[in-house]
């Protein structure tokens, strides 16, 4: 099987953040999405941002255009949350973002009414049912395909950190988790989900789709949901393991994050390295330490076992990796990485809240206040 990757820029930036639909008054999800899609299917025809559905009917999800930079991507999304406010607001609607809803029921909601959504569920049944799960993904332009396996493998070193960053999902159902992303467990229940197999070299995508779809497994290259994988239409490397951030500007920082790496790594290729990939039994429990445990993780960065605290590693990556951000544009984003570091992430702001006030509703409130003062999509 031949498998075309679409010519894209090398270190453009796509993004990609769900959002749900909630209740202002309750902060229970609301199942709305296909009304407020019809509302703003009037959105200009040459806006580079769209607004789509999702799996289920209680979230929307924005997309940027091609950036050639963190912040014009990040632009394009910023305009698509104002055209979005613009019909929510009236309609009674809140929005917020973060990898799980503190207490919604996964049997309250409703499937999209999509071909590929009820085939999902059929298959997967009651995972698939379980999935009220939301994340963010970033793309990042490739110029040549032999080169996206090496990256995505070298790359994977770095998922604890970006998951960690991201991490938002705390509460499952109206129960506290003691983990920090629960949503990197649930979602990697799904087939073709979860840690991207070890493979060499495009061919070996391409003979692995021929296997996936000759067995009925996939249909295409889109239902390999790996936390990052070859996103051969669009001609990126797309990252696909952070949760749904609850603010665009840590958006903006782990966009950031994952193009700087991507651009670091491809210069290494360039300069006739070979990367470094450390066995997949590393990559498994480093994405288990940082589900449970956040900015908080040890991860493990090398194949010899070397361990370091993520805190203290993305401390130092900012500081080396600081004059490629300035390269591509994407300094100021880069650098509030360190705002995340001092601030805490979301699943732990999330779970002072709980503690401070002893109800999940509030928890949702403050998703929904963070979501609205965001300085960069406030107003």
């Known amino acids: 099987m031949t498998i075309l990757f679409a010519e894209s820029a ?40 769209t607004v789509t559905g999702e ?10 255009g091609v950036g050639e930079t963190v912040a014009q991507a990040v632009g394009d999304i910023a305009a698509a949350i104002a055209e979005v406010r613009a019909a929510t607001e009236p309609a ?44 963010i993904h970033v793309h990042v332009g490739v110029e040549d395909k032999r080169k996206v396996i090496p990256l995505i493998n070298a790359l994977s070193t770095y998922l604890p950190h970006l998951q960690a960053l991201s ?9 506290r988790t003691g983990y920090a992303s629960n949503r990197a467990l649930v979602f990697q229940q799904l087939p073709t989900a ?6 060499r070299t495009w061919e070996d995508f391409e003979s692995y789709l021929d296997d996936m779809q000759r067995t009925d497994v996939t249909a295409d290259a889109t239902e390999v949901r790996w936390d990052i994988r070859p996103a051969p239409r669009w001609g990126t490397i797309e990252v696909r393991a952070c ?43 480093n994405k288990w330490r940082a589900a449970r445990y956040g900015l908080d993780a040890t991860a493990i960065i090398a194949a010899d076992g070397t361990q370091r605290p993520v805190r203290q590693h993305l401390d130092a990556l900012v500081s080396e990796l600081a004059p490629i951000a300035d390269d ?16 805490g992430a979301s699943y732990a702001r999330q779970l002072a809240v709980a503690d401070a006030s002893g109800d999940l509703r509030a928890v949702v409130q403050h998703l929904i206040d963070e979501f609205r003062s965001d300085r960069l999509i406030s107003g």
């Open 167 to 175: 991490a938002s999902s705390p509460f499952w159902a109206g129960e």
């Open 92 to 135: 009674g609607i809140a929005l917020l973002s973060a990898g799980s809803h503190p207490f919604a029921q996964w049997y309250d909601q409703r499937v999209t009414d999509k071909t590929r959504y009820h085939t999902l569920i059929e298959r997967t049944q009651w995972w698939g049912r379980n999935m009220m799960i939301w994340g």
């Open 243 to 285: 949760d749904g951030m609850s603010t665009l500007h840590e958006l903006a920082a782990v966009a950031a994050l994952v193009q700087v790496l991507v651009e670091q790594l491809s210069r290494q290729l360039d300069d006739g390295h070979t990367l470094e990939v450390l066995p997949p039994w590393f990559h498994r429990e």
């Open 194 to 199: 979860g840690l991207p197999w070890p493979l």
């Open 328 to 343: 591509l544009g994407c300094g100021t984003e880069f650098a509030s990485i360190r705002t995340i570091l001092q601030d």
């Open 10 to 49: 090398r270190s453009t930036v796509g993004i990609e953040w769900e959002i749900m639909l909630a209740d202002p008054m309750t902060g229970d999800l609301v199942d709305r999405a296909p009304q407020l899609l019809t509302a703003l299917e009037e959105q200009s025809a040459d806006a580079r941002h």
């Open 55 to 64: 799996l289920l009917t209680n979230t929307i999800e924005v997309t940027s």
